[in-house]
């Protein structure tokens, strides 16, 4: 039952930075290969599965094997998630990645122990609110956007169409972060007449290039 908001709290934890500070840190490259490999993982994870095995087969390292571990929770496979999590805890020196991925090595494995609210009453979550819900939670150091982002996310997955007004909602959010997504879930719970209503009225004064891309990638 609370499947959908368990993908969404962990993985807010997995998108944690797990970059090693100083001379071994990512190239800015890496960086984008990164953040693009974790979001395929969390949008499609069967096809960002494939993605991230590639890159960690191409030298990705540390990034790579950490975005296979995403695309494997998102897949279901949540005990191979905690374990391949694990082994980098173990082949890694560096302190502060230890402590991060121990963290969420051990949520997922006490990811059945977890309650949460329903998708739309997180959905609805103002700056002040997430953080009082997230008080002492290494998901409040995610941020407010980047968590709603995943809440669209998995309100697009959930394939729930009564969902699909809490996504139209979300596309008038402050956040490019969160109407790129909320176009993203609405096109999934409510392609067609709905959709290009929605699309007629805020393209046009859309001013978020990648927002603009998501409402364009969608034909009728």
């Known amino acids: 039952m609370?499947?959908?908001v368990l993908i969404i709290i962990l993985l807010?934890?997995?998108?944690?930075?797990?970059?090693p500070e100083g001379a071994v840190a990512q190239s800015a490259v890496q960086g984008r290969e990164y953040d693009q490999c974790i979001e395929l993982a969390m949008r499609e994870p069967e096809i960002g599965f494939e993605r991230?095995?590639?890159?960690?087969?191409?030298?990705?390292?540390?990034?790579?094997?950490?975005?296979?571990?995403?695309?494997?929770?998102?897949?279901?496979?949540?005990?191979?998630s905690a374990l391949r999590l694990e082994r980098?805890?173990?082949?890694?020196?560096?302190?502060g990645l230890r402590i991060s991925l121990l963290g969420?090595?051990?949520?997922?494995?006490?990811?059945?122990?977890?309650?949460?609210?329903?998708?739309?009453?997180?959905?609805?979550?103002?700056?002040?609110?997430?953080r009082a819900l997230f008080s002492g939670s290494p998901i409040k150091r995610t941020g407010r956007d980047r968590f709603l982002r995943n809440?669209?996310?998995?309100?697009g997955n959930s394939g729930d169409g009564l969902l699909a007004g809490v996504a139209e909602k979300r596309l008038s959010e402050t956040s490019p972060l969160v109407r790129a997504m909320?176009?993203?879930a609405l096109a999934r719970l409510a392609p067609g007449a709905r959709f290009e209503q929605c699309k007629a009225q805020h393209l046009p004064t859309e001013s978020d290039p990648e927002t603009c891309a998501e409402w364009r990638s969608i034909q009728p």
């Not at 809440?151 to 309100?155: G, R, S």
């Open 2 to 4: 609370f499947r959908p």
């Open 12 to 19: 807010a934890l997995l998108l944690s930075p797990i970059r």
């Open 52 to 80: 991230a095995m590639a890159w960690r087969d191409l030298g990705g390292g540390i990034a790579a094997r950490h975005c296979v571990a995403v695309a494997l929770y998102g897949l279901g496979h949540f005990g191979e």
């Open 88 to 95: 980098l805890v173990q082949e890694n020196a560096d302190a």
């Open 104 to 130: 969420q090595a051990g949520t997922f494995e006490r990811r059945a122990e977890l309650t949460a609210p329903r998708l739309a009453q997180l959905a609805e979550l103002d700056d002040g609110a997430f």
């Open 151 to 155: 809440v669209m996310i998995a309100i």
């Open 182 to 184: 909320a176009v993203w």
